[in-house]
Structures are given as C-alpha cells and as structure tokens.
C-alpha cells in the first residue's frame, strides 16, 4: 500500500496527472491482490477517473491518510528531485516555489524554512548573509542544499519517515540525539544517518 500511498501524492503535488494516475494504477499489481470493500485500494478503483469529480474524490481520500506534514515532506522532495536536475536558476526558482506555496508558518521545519528564505533570495535579498546574492551563486546554493534534502530522504522506508526527518528540530544538535534514543530500535540508524548529514552540512 505504500507505493499507492506515493502514488496518490505525487497526484497531490502535480507530479503526474490524474489520467497518468489512472494508467499506471490499472497496470499495476495491486489489481491482482484480494480486495475488500472500505480498503485503500477498493475506494482508489471504485473511482470513475473519466469524471470531471476524480481529483477531488482522491484528495478527500487523501484527506483521511495524510495530515498538511505529509504533503509538504512530498512537495519538498519531488521539488527537490527537479531542483537538482534543472538547468536554468529560472525553472530552480520555480521548483522553490512550489515547495513554499501557501507557506505555513506554524509547520516547524528547518528545511521547510531555508527553502522559503532560498526563494526569497532569488528575488534580490540573501537572508543568510543580508547581502545581494549572484543568481548564479544562490542557484548553485539551492540546488546543493535540494541534493543534501534527497541524501536525507533516501534511507526512508515510508512517508512517515521522510515526515519525522524533514520536521524534525535539527537546530539543537544534543536535543536531536536525545529524540532519537526515543525512537524504536529498528529505525534507529536511518534517523541517526539523517540527522547527522543535516549537521555537517550546517
């Protein structure tokens, strides 16, 4: 269910269509499972994609799945994934963009926030140093920050985990370490490598 669960998210943040959605979801092999009625996979097909009402049947879906943090962890990642291969510090301003859109101050995350001061800088005023940045400068700064993100993200086994990395209060160092000695054993290496990566960039 988790490849459905990112399926249905990259719907959610426009990285494919819901015709795209629909063919892949009638291609995969979810179909051949037993299906029950009021299961993920049940509601997703019972769905008529031909319907102007598709998109929004999938989000209230959605809705009762993931929480505002979800869809933000997936925004910045598949941003991040196009960040790191645009070309033009116009089409990486745009991807930085889509991650801030509708910011949410109340959202804690340190990534959530540099992304937000990052585009900003495109526009004239660097937060960081209080100074004018190049364009060039600043589009090589985002786009090694966006290939840091995804080297965080890539040991991530769910959407769950790549929330908790990306909300995570990565400011104090020994108040990271010490939520970590909370979590369950098994995913105990997976946080640590994340954090860890997040402080010697810092």
Request: one cysteine or more.
């Amino acid at each position: 269910m988790e490849t459905l669960k990112l399926k249905i998210f990259e719907v959610l943040v426009n990285d494919i269509s819901i015709k795209e959605f629909e063919t892949w979801l009638y291609q995969s092999d979810l179909l051949n499972e037993n299906l029950k009625e009021n299961s993920l996979i049940f509601e997703v097909i019972t769905i008529n994609y031909r319907k102007e009402t598709a998109l929004k049947e999938l989000k209230n879906i959605a809705s009762t799945l993931f929480d505002e943090k979800h869809l933000v962890a997936m925004k910045i990642e598949v941003n991040c994934r196009k960040i790191v291969n645009s070309n033009t510090p116009k089409n990486t301003e745009k991807y930085v963009f889509n991650i801030i859109e509708d910011f949410n101050f109340e959202l804690e995350s340190t990534v959530y926030e540099k992304f937000y001061s990052l585009y900003y800088s495109f526009n004239g005023f660097d937060y960081t140093n209080f100074t004018k940045g190049s364009l060039k400068d600043i589009n090589s700064r985002t786009i090694t920050y966006a290939k840091t993100v995804l080297e965080n993200l890539k040991n991530c086994k769910s959407i769950d985990d790549k929330k908790e990395v990306l909300f995570l209060d990565l400011l104090d160092k020994n108040q990271a370490i010490n939520y970590i000695k909370t979590l369950p054993k098994t995913r105990k290496p997976t946080i640590k490598q994340k954090l860890f990566a997040f402080f010697k960039k810092s």
